[in-house]
C-alpha cells in the first residue's frame, strides 16, 4: 500500500498524540543552518505539517530538475515520522481516535527541509530547483546559503554565534538602550515597554 512512500520501517505504537510545534525556547539552533550541502530551502512562517506525499513530490522535482549534473547531492533533512489519523466528516464526537492516513514531520519555522551540493552545482540552479520544490510543499520558504544567518525561530543571529544565545539579557541590553546582538528578521527590533 505504502510502496514508494517515504515511512518508518517499524514503530513501537500504530498511532500517536496529536502533539504541539517545537518551539526553540532553550536557543537551539539545531537543523537551522546548512550541513552538508551549499545550497537549502527552509521553512518560513508558523511552522507547518508536511506529509509523506509532499516530501516525495518535492524529491521527484528536485532529482529531475538536478539529473543533468552527474555529481549533484541531494540530502532530506527531515522524515515523516508521525502517524496522522483522521475521522470521517459529520462523525459524532467519541468512539476512539481514527484511522491512520498518512505519515507527516513537524516543521517549525527555521527548518532546513533539503540541502543541495556537489560539483557543478551553481547558485542559479539551485534557486531554481528549489523554487520547485518550494511550489510542491505549498508552505512559505526561503532559499538560503552557507554565507546565511543561523535563525532561532524568527531571529536572524549573526555568524559564529553561541549554540545558545543568552536571550534574557539580550533583552534587558534592548530595555537599557544599548546596542543588540542580533536582530529581528521580518521587522526592526520591538520596543518593550516600561
Same mark, same amino acid.
Given at each position: ?20 510545534? $517545537? ?6 539552533? +539545531? ?9 537549502? #530551502? #527552509? ?36 522524515? $515523516?515520522?508521525? $502517524? ?5 466528516? @459529520? ?23 533539503? @540541502? ?19 511550489? +510542491? ?6 532559499? #538560503?546559503?552557507? @554565507? ?15 549554540? +545558545? ?30
Amino acid at each position: 500500500r505504502f510502496a514508494g512512500v517515504l515511512a518508518p520501517k517499524r514503530t513501537k505504537y500504530r498511532k500517536a498524540h496529536k502533539g504541539r510545534m $517545537p518551539i526553540p525556547a532553550g536557543g537551539s539552533l +539545531k537543523g537551522t543552518t546548512l550541513v552538508y550541502g551549499a545550497y537549502g #530551502i #527552509i521553512i518560513k512562517g508558523n511552522g507547518m505539517c508536511l506529509s509523506a506525499k509532499q516530501l516525495m513530490a518535492a524529491d521527484t522535482a528536485l532529482k529531475r530538475k538536478l539529473k543533468v549534473l552527474k555529481n549533484a547531492k541531494i540530502w532530506l533533512r527531515v522524515f $515523516p515520522d508521525i $502517524p496522522m489519523c483522521i475521522k470521517g466528516n @459529520e462523525t459524532p464526537m467519541g468512539k476512539g481516535k481514527g484511522s491512520f492516513d498518512h505519515w507527516a514531520c513537524r516543521c517549525p519555522t527555521g527548518r532546513v527541509i533539503f @540541502e543541495v551540493g556537489g560539483e557543478g552545482v551553481s547558485e542559479q540552479l539551485a534557486k531554481d530547483a528549489l523554487r520547485l520544490v518550494a511550489g +510542491k510543499l505549498s508552505y512559505k520558504t526561503e532559499f #538560503i546559503t552557507q @554565507e546565511s544567518h543561523p535563525r532561532l525561530g524568527r531571529i536572524l543571529l549573526p555568524k559564529g554565534h553561541a549554540e +545558545k544565545p543568552d536571550l534574557v539579557s539580550t533583552l534587558m541590553q534592548e530595555r537599557k538602550g544599548e546596542p543588540l546582538m542580533f536582530e529581528i528578521a521580518p521587522a526592526p527590533a520591538v520596543e518593550l515597554r516600561q
